[in-house]
């Protein structure tokens, strides 16, 4: 995926994922916005769901 993300959390707790090798932490029930795409991004294992350029990130998997 190309271009502009937005990811979105759901959480109650901060989710901290990896940009560029460095740990970005998403607060819960913020939003962030990465204008390269996703091609430097590593999300640790979660629920979430993806509409368009959206990224909803949900609970832990379980």
Known sequence: ????????SDRKEDYTFQYKGE????RAGSI???ADGLSEVV??????KIVKNLIVIKDDVK
Do not use: A, H, Q, Y
Request: aromatic share 4%.
């Open 43 to 48: 999300f640790p294992t979660c629920v979430m």
């Open 32 to 34: 962030v916005s990465i």
């Open 1 to 8: 995926m190309d271009g502009k993300i937005t990811i979105r």
């Open 23 to 26: 740990d970005v932490t998403l």
